[in-house]
């Protein structure tokens, strides 16, 4: 469809049936910098600015120090190199989340796209990198038919700062049920749970980004990180959107 034809039917269904805040309810006015949001649930996304733990980029209060791990990520020994978060994830993040997971709300992702673009720091840290978004277990996609991670990947790579897309992992299935198991085999089960994709080519210089959704514990993050690094990757970092 032309761009012009999109707008206009856009600008029309705004019209007829004026969005409703995903999060509170109230009316998104005209100067909500967001479209999902209302201004003051836009405002109150909680965006991370440094300092910011080095792992999982839940930021911290206090003396800036150069390397500093959080409580949470003190135990997980990462096998990458920094990580980052843009938003934490409560309150107006976790209403933008849910939609995009739960509801089929693939018209938050211009929104998610928005938050990431504004970011201060993501542009000179992110520049020229490539995205590696965390494959979903093939059976939860089939469910939910997209990868939300997939395309909030998409989305960043319109923040014009020469961000490349490369699917490169895949997600084994292994049929069984993760309640199923105990601690120790479901350990097991991450650790061969990824895998390169058959034919992927890893650049060894190149600065790769996994991407996440959320950042929750980290071993997920970190086992893609692994098989990047034995695939060949030098530099791989880790962004998530949210921090759980
Ligand atoms: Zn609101
Ligand atoms: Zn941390």
């Not at 709300?105 to 504004?118: Q, S, T």
């Not at 965390?134 to 038919?145: D, F, I, N, Q």
């Not at 790769?208 to 929750?216: A, K």
């Amino acid at each position: 469809m032309h761009p012009r034809l999109t707008e206009c039917l856009e600008g029309l269904t705004a019209l007829l049936f004026p969005p409703v805040c995903l999060h509170c309810g109230k009316p998104v006015q005209d100067e909500s910098p967001l479209r999902s949001l209302c201004k003051a649930c836009s405002l109150n996304l909680h965006r991370v600015r440094p300092p910011a733990c080095s792992c999982c980029g839940h930021p911290f209060y206090g003396p800036d120090e150069r390397e500093f791990y959080c409580e949470h990520c003190v135990g997980l020994k990462p096998v990458f190199g920094e990580g980052r978060t843009l938003v934490l994830f409560h309150g107006p993040a976790r209403s933008l989340m849910h939609e995009l997971k739960y509801h089929r709300g693939l018209h938050v992702l211009r929104d998610l796209g928005r938050v990431a673009c504004e970011d201060p720091s993501l542009a000179d840290w992110a520049r020229g990198g490539v995205l590696v978004p965390v494959p979903m277990h093939p059976r939860k996609r089939r469910e939910r038919g997209y990868n939300q991670t997939e395309l909030i990947a998409e989305e960043l790579l319109r923040c014009g700062v020469g961000l490349r897309l490369e699917k490169l992992l895949v997600r084994r299935a292994d049929g069984k049920s993760q309640t199923a198991f105990d601690r120790m085999a479901r350990l097991g089960n991450l650790k061969n749970a990824f895998a390169p994709l058959p034919g992927a080519s890893i650049t060894p210089d190149h600065h790769y980004i996994l991407l996440d959704d959320v950042f929750t514990t980290g071993s997920t993050l970190n086992r893609c990180a692994q098989v990047l690094r034995e695939a060949g990757a030098s530099r791989v970092d880790v962004l998530s959107f949210g921090h759980g």
